[in-house]
């Protein structure tokens, strides 16, 4: 613990508050000062406000929200805790897309090179997967030679010459996020809208774009479970972006059953490739695309992303970011030693496939790590051969479990427990998008 007494400020020095202060004016509801959130920020940042300080001022957070202005406010610190990118520069208007996380959802991969050949930049800044979400990282770093580190100067060459980039979000930008967020971690304090929102935002601010889709996804394989929730933390996050600066859009997207039919690192690689060919599966594609012309709308460009699917240009597009990356477009990408199928208990019809189950199964199978220095196997997944509102007869295969160690295969299985249900009744179709959400000014 740190001595209190050293973290008091000096009699009469105006640059300094009182952080014991601070909390309880959060923790009894009352708004804080534009300067109270700066100081605090990069007097956290900088380790002069303890942890157990800021714990219990995220804990207040947590109950008691921000209001707008404070919530704009903290995230413009949170930039301000580091460098940032410098785009203005680039001949291409700059647009990214941010998604909350889900299971096979390799959206990102396709985007990117699918807007930046309609004639946008795209600063991909992403990612590594935690729990039972994938990461962007994880997924292209199947790719042999793929490089995820890049200097700024690197990413701002790569923009102008390819027109998009996926890379790692360094360490000197939105540092105070960083820091936090490893707080938040362990403080049960993820959970809170406010917290999230500044936390995403901070870094699309950072990182230069011009204007940031979000892609909020619902249901049981998102973070937001209830569409009420997620609705929520999509108004945040637009006003935010709005107040910072950044055009922002949501539109909200359902995650009850996996995107497509592959997850896992190189099958989701393989599944993307298939998108930007011009073919892939239609629920991976209708969302790909109705964010695509969002991207394409708030950068002001006047393009058709499906004819860009079609025409091999966002293909072309794919093969020139993979190279400027390190990789090579034409290594096969690596495959498991071992698979094994889960069948159909009986003849029917797909009633369910929980997405956070096959999610869960992949991450047990090795495509994901419980710890953020754990290694990930870049082979290892669940292919989905049915999916909801699909026919199937009793014994034939329903799932396909990859791994590269055998002795994962018995608890990623367990996993799958309740998870795929077969009867006589097809769901009801789900629409590609559930909403959108646009600014109020
Ligand atoms: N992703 C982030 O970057 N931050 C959060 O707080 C939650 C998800």
Not at 67 to 83: C, H, N
Request: negative net charge; contains cysteine.
């Amino acid at each position: 613990m740190t001595d209190p007494a050293a973290l008091r400020p000096a009699a009469g020095d105006a640059s300094f508050f009182d952080a014991v202060e601070i909390v309880r004016r959060t923790r009894d509801g009352l708004e804080l000062a534009g300067a109270e959130l700066d100081w605090l920020v990069a007097a956290y940042t900088d380790g002069r406000v303890a942890e157990e300080q800021m714990a219990a001022w995220l804990m207040a957070v947590y109950f008691r929200g921000l209001s707008r202005a404070e919530l704009a406010r903290l995230t413009a610190a949170m930039v301000a805790s580091g460098e940032r990118l410098e785009l203005s520069g680039l001949s291409r208007p700059t647009v990214d897309k941010h998604s909350t996380g889900g299971v096979g959802d390799k959206v990102s991969l396709v985007l990117a090179p699918l807007v930046a050949s309609c004639g946008a930049a795209v600063p991909q800044l992403s990612g590594r997967g935690l729990g039972h979400t994938g990461g962007t990282l994880d997924k292209l770093e199947a790719i042999p030679g793929w490089r995820s580190n890049l200097t700024a100067e690197e990413i701002v060459d790569q923009l102008e010459r390819v027109g998009c980039v996926i890379c790692a979000a360094g360490p000197t930008l939105a540092p105070a996020d960083r820091k936090l967020y490893a707080l938040r971690d362990v403080t049960a304090t993820v959970e809170s809208i406010p917290l999230i929102a500044a936390s995403i935002i901070s870094k699309k601010v950072a990182e230069g774009t011009g204007s940031l889709v979000l892609d909020v996804k619902v249901g049981s394989g998102a973070f937001m479970r209830e569409r009420e929730r997620a609705e929520e933390l999509a108004r945040t996050m637009v006003s935010l972006g709005l107040d910072n600066g950044v055009r922002t859009v949501a539109l909200l997207s359902p995650m009850d059953v996996p995107l497509g039919r592959r997850v896992g690192n190189a099958l989701e690689v393989a599944e993307a490739v298939e998108v930007l060919s011009g073919g892939g599966p239609l629920d991976l594609v209708e969302v790909t695309l109705a964010l695509a012309q969002e991207m394409l709308a708030l950068a002001g460009i006047d393009a058709d992303p499906s004819a860009a699917l079609r025409d091999g240009s966002a293909l072309a597009t794919w093969r020139r970011l993979v190279h400027a990356q390190g990789g090579d477009p034409d290594a096969p990408l690596p495959r498991a030693s071992y698979v094994e199928t889960v069948a159909a208990p009986r003849s029917g019809v797909v009633e369910r496939l929980d997405a956070r189950a096959v999610g869960t199964c992949a991450w047990r199978l090795g495509a994901g790590r419980a710890r953020k220095e754990d290694p990930v196997s870049a082979v290892a997944g669940v292919v989905c051969l049915a999916k909801p509102g699909e026919e199937v007869r009793a014994g034939e295969p329903l799932l396909e479990l990859h791994a590269e160690d055998p002795s994962r295969l018995a608890r990623a299985r367990g996993a799958l427990e309740g998870a795929v249900v077969v009867g006589d009744e097809p769901p009801p179709p789900t629409p590609a998008i559930l909403g959108r959400i646009a600014g109020d000014r």
